[in-house]
């Protein structure tokens, strides 16, 4: 009631009456009590004077985290509170303020009158960038099964996948195999040019499955089957070329055929054929493609042709399979290599 003591001693002259005659008293009385209607319909207006909330924004469009400043104009107001719509206030009178996501946000101020009254005013602020999305054909798949992801960010122009196995991309989509069982997190960053970025990722879950490999071993000119001759299959190249780390070794039946289970789809292996007058190493020594199976499909009989090459007894020797490598190696100088083309034989 600062405004009742602004007025009090006004009143208090107005309010004693001095001893003087009646009829000048009455005058007096009139006189005073005239003001008194005058005055206390101001003293009560400025008593209770509602508060009026509003304010001005530097901008109501920005980036994330862009500083937006707040102007109060608010009026009879002894108190405010701001409420930037994303979990952050303040009770300062002007304010700045910035947003860490993309999105709308609805800025509040409460203006707080001596009164008990309150004023609210509020504006709504955009706040633009990157929100990155996705989505997958499949979160549960085989072991080799191939994932194929389509890109629903907005508002980037950078794209970063992690596949969760220490495989990344920068394409716009992707697609992926993993080649063990196992839980992956992948996680794709939405980036646009200045600097701000999204994040959102996934599991896929990698389950075990099995592939079947069958092996025709031919010759490479007359294309007959060759029965009874060593296969071995090697993971990597450097092992078949050292015969280390072999996964298995079989032995071709009379159609010159061996099938070889269990294996790991969604990866290729290396074929080492060995038969007294037969094998596949001065091919390799042309082309590794000869010796190269295809990429394994899982739970399918995957098929691939072993070519090898004839030595006519008079050229057998007792090499080891490893010096023969080397010697049917050394064979390919010079010669016009035999370049296993896409399709099959060439």
């Known amino acids: 009631m600062n405004a009742y003591n602004e007025w009090k001693p006004v009143l208090a002259r107005y309010l004693v009456f001095p001893k003087k005659p009646i009829a000048h008293l009455k005058r007096r009385a009139m006189k005073r009590l005239m003001i008194l209607l005058l005055v206390v319909p101001l003293i009560l207006t400025s008593c209770t004077r509602e508060p009026y909330a509003d304010f001005t924004a530097s901008k109501k469009a920005v980036a994330v985290g862009e500083l937006v400043y707040f102007t109060n104009r608010s009026m009879d107001a002894k108190s405010y509170e701001w409420d930037f719509g994303d979990g952050y206030a303040s009770a300062n009178y002007n304010v700045s303020h910035s947003w860490e996501a993309p999105g709308v946000y609805n800025v509040s101020l409460s203006a707080f009158g001596r009164n008990g009254h309150t004023d609210v005013y509020t504006m709504e602020i955009q706040v633009f960038g990157p929100v990155a999305d996705f989505s997958v054909t499949s979160t549960t798949v085989k072991v080799g099964e191939t994932v194929n992801f389509t890109n629903l960010s907005t508002g980037a122009q950078l794209y970063d ?149 004839y030595y006519p007894p008079s050229k057998k020797t007792t090499a080891t399979r490893k010096e023969l490598k080397v010697i049917h190696g050394q064979m390919a100088t010079g010669k016009e290599p035999r370049i296993k083309a896409t399709s099959g034989k060439k």
């Not at 994040?199 to 029965?227: Q, R």
């Not at 070889?260 to 060995?274: A, E, I, N």
């Open 161 to 309: 996948w992690d596949f969760g196995d220490g495989g990344y991309s920068s394409d716009y989509d992707a697609s992926y195999y993993w080649l063990d069982p196992g839980v992956y997190t992948v996680t794709l960053t939405a980036s646009d040019n200045n600097g701000n970025y999204d994040v959102v990722s996934t599991t896929i879950t990698v389950v075990a499955a099995a592939a079947d490999l069958e092996i025709i071993v031919k010759e490479y000119y007359d294309e007959y089957v060759v029965p009874d001759a060593s296969v071995i299959l090697y993971p990597t190249l450097d092992d078949w070329d050292n015969q280390t780390n072999a996964i298995e070794e079989k032995f071709t039946d009379a159609n010159g055929r061996v099938v070889f289970r269990g294996l790991t789809p969604g990866r290729v292996y290396y074929v080492d054929v060995y038969e007294q007058y037969h094998d596949n190493y001065q091919l390799a020594a042309e082309d590794v493609a000869w010796i190269e199976t295809q990429v394994l499909q899982p739970d399918v009989l995957n098929s691939f042709i072993a070519y090898v090459d």
